[in-house]
């Protein structure tokens, strides 16, 4: 936590830091700032663990995984295009994206699914 700390020292300032401490506890704060650090750094682990396993299985033309849980790998937003989809129903291919990612689900606290057949 230290280390996070100083990296958030440095993107914030030590004032608003301290300021934001007082107000949250550190675990909150942490999980809540780990999205501004995520955002130099490139897609999270979760958002590349997703995306790999929907990459592998459907085989989309377009596909993004995001972390809209402020960092904390609890809730995702996944938009994916795929031929797999073709002739599904839009609750059909909604399944099938949370079946192909049903152990991840399991530690979820909310997944936003959009789905769509490539032109």
Excluded: A
Excluded at 3 to 28: A, F
């Amino acid at each position: 936590r230290s280390s996070e700390i100083t990296q958030l020292r440095m993107l914030l300032g030590l004032r608003r830091l301290h300021s934001l401490l007082r107000r949250k506890s550190i675990s909150t704060f942490l999980c809540q700032s780990k999205r501004l650090l995520s955002i130099q750094v490139g897609p999270s682990d979760g958002e590349q663990r997703l995306g790999k396993i929907l990459q592998d299985k459907l085989c989309p033309t377009e596909l993004e995984v995001r972390d809209i849980s402020g960092g904390c790998g609890s809730m995702y937003q996944i938009n994916i295009s795929s031929e797999k989809f073709k002739g599904m129903r839009l609750v059909q291919q909604h399944r099938m994206v949370k079946d192909t990612l049903k152990e991840e689900v399991k530690n979820m606290h909310g997944l936003t699914v959009t789905t769509s057949v490539p032109l």
